[in-house]
């Protein structure tokens, strides 16, 4: 098998597993505490039709603080996450360029190598302002299919790039308040 086969096999296989054994709730922010009382994230929050919502409101945080160490801004720490990578192509997405939304992500923005993330919605809500270590800031703009559980999926250029990227397990990730 072709190393790049391995990886999406392995990144599908990763997604069955977490959905398998990892919770669909963590903790909440406290800024997001008093609208989920009992302190998890429900799913949908926010609701699908205010994601682009969310989003903008990330947009305009991300232009102030994607410079910023994740020690000068308030944040909340999620551990135990497993990152991979994607990228705009078929094998990725499903989708080619000229197809009806390719490169739109879930919360309707176009996707951007830097800035986009895919989360699951049910742990992460759409619209949330990360920080990954060695990666930076992103905003979870997107979900996919077999983006489950304590998984963030990453944006790259280029399938190579996310090779390269492979996977990283037991990632703790840094939610802005």
């Known amino acids: 098998m072709e190393q790049k086969t391995l990886f999406f096999y392995g990144k599908s296989l990763a997604a ?3 959905s398998w054994t990892l919770p669909f709730a963590v903790a909440s922010p406290p800024s997001l505490a008093a609208a989920h009382p009992g302190g998890t994230y429900a799913p949908g929050f926010p609701s699908r039709s205010q994601w682009h919502v969310a989003t ?13 160490p994740v020690s000068k801004v308030h944040h909340s720490t999620l551990s135990k996450f497993t990152l991979t990578a994607y990228c705009l192509d ?16 879930a919360s309707g923005t176009h ?3 830097g800035r986009t993330v895919a989360v699951d919605p049910t742990v992460i809500p759409i619209g949330s302002l990360l920080y ?5 800031w992103r905003i979870a703009e997107d ?4 983006v489950k559980g304590r998984h963030i999926d990453v944006l790259f ?20 308040d």
Do not use: N, R, W
């Open 16 to 18: 069955c597993i977490l």
């Open 56 to 68: 903008d409101k990330a947009l305009a945080a991300f232009a102030q603080i994607h410079d910023e």
């Open 90 to 105: 078929k094998k990725s997405t499903g989708k080619i360029p000229g197809s009806p939304g390719f490169g739109i992500t």
């Open 111 to 113: 996707a951007q190598v």
């Open 132 to 136: 990954l270590p060695h990666i930076g």
């Open 143 to 146: 979900s996919g299919g077999s």
């Open 157 to 176: 250029d280029s399938q190579q790039q996310a090779l390269a990227f492979g996977v990283k397990k037991h990632v703790s990730v840094y939610l802005y």
